[in-house]
């Protein structure tokens, strides 16, 4: 009477429930398999951190007692197809139950559902144990809305969890959004904190993965390995976040700088994400630090809004809308990724930067995802298909249920605004309010038009002229169509050529 319980990369929680009393009739699985290192090419920081952090999770189980049966990526009864080889150990041990945790992304969900139905034996498939809501929370409150408002589903979220609330109907402060509060430019202080994480040498792991020809792009850092390897790491940079990072989160959330790669940014994402931190712990130590005067509540209002809201509300896009979300592309775009994606390497300051710290760390900060390269990605009008997968490789923190409606909504506006209610693009302008990458860069930000110009300018303009039909009627974007009918037919006509030079020669950019 054995019972198989499969645990996923993603689901990396020692404090489930699962692992409560130890059972000699159960047997946890854990896979590192090519079906989940090759559906996209991941950074290699990512591939490493998950291998080793699964590798980790299955040493403590074995040592409370639990048994456990590892496939490592190099095992010759490895068949790296997850079902494969659920199938082979269920024969194995003769598992008369097979019990999987919800898996977060789609693609799991429906191979692990249609291997479910195939078997004689019981299968069940059981909560997480981490998210604040269901997948189908945020669809049940936006029921037959073309548009879901974020703030609406905060604010909800805010008075269900009483969290920052007064009463039950009051935010504390008397206000429910510090947003504008919290867009500071940095110019050096307070100096961006020191990266004090703990480190491992992985270097035999990765010799591992690259012997199995595993395909990765970015640097590996395999022998001074930053990112956390198990929940008590993770709660370590937890602290270590709040006490000394989240009092300058708020001011400096939207600011970016030259060869600062973190700003004030809590890192915590990919433990997050991997469940071996609780999202609802988080927060908790958030609102205790402002509860204890630690830090304003802008910052701790802003921070929380991140996790308690974008977060939840994400998923619960996702789930409303797979499958098929990964199709939407309202504008046509198909322009390819330019070659840079992959090396970091153009002279536009802000993207080599962005691009170039995304490749060396598997991080970059949502502004940098969001009006640095979204922002140009959706004004050239590279394919977003194309920049979905290659969103869902780079970062560390990429799971296609966080990353998806990220890329596709948010950043893209490819869902014609299900997701946002107007696209997140500026021209040169933005980038230099919020950062130092104009100071030095190849092209001039004030220019539109002329060999130093910079791309983003001629690219903004055209983009709201190519696509006037589908936004003039955007009321957020009326100021935009004001300008453009104040242009001039050659004017219009001059902008549009340079950006079709730009777009036709990208890689040279
Ligand atoms: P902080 O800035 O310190 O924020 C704290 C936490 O808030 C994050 O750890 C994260 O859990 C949560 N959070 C903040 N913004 C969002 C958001 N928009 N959606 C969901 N959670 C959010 N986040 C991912 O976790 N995985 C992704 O693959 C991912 N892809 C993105 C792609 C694009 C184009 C954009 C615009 C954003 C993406 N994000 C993604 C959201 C956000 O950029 C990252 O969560 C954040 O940068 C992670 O760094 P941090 O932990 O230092 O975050």
Known sequence: MTTLRLVLGDQLNPTHSWFSAVDSNVVYTLMEMRQETDYVVHHAQKVLAIFAGMRDLAALLESQGHRVHYLRIDDPNNTQSLTLNLEKIIKHYKCTRFEYQQPDEWRLDAQLETFAQKQKIDVEMCESEHFYTTRHEAGTLFKGQKSWLMERFYRQMRTKHHVLMLDAKRPVEGQWNFDHENRKRWTGTPPEPKDQRAQHDHSALWTVIEKAGVQTMGTPHASEFAWPLNRQEALADLDRFIKHVLPNFGDFQDAMSTGHWRMFHSLLSFALNTKMLKPQEVVSRAEQAWQAGKVSIATAEGFIRQILGWREYIRGIYWHHMPGYDQHNTFQHSTPLPEWFWTGKTKMNCLSASIGQSLEHAYGHHIQ?????????????????????????????????????????????????????????????????????????????????????????????????????????????GMVYRNIEKMDASAIESLQQKASEIKASLDSY
């Open 369 to 477: 995802r969001l009006m640095v390269i979204g922002n140009f990605s959706l004004l050239a009008g590279l394919d977003p298909a194309a920049l979905h997968r290659w969103y869902l490789g780079i970062y560390i923190d990429a799971f296609e249920w966080v990353e998806l409606p990220n890329v596709i909504g948010m950043s893209q506006f490819a869902d014609d605004g299900l997701l946002a209610t107007k696209p997140y693009v500026s021209s040169a302008a933005y980038v230099d309010r919020m950062s130092d990458y104009c100071k030095g860069c190849h092209y001039d930000k004030k220019q539109r038009e002329g060999e130093r110009a910079c791309p983003y300018n001629a690219l903004y303009w055209d983009f709201f002229i190519r696509h006037e039909k589908k936004l003039s009627k955007n009321f957020r974007l």
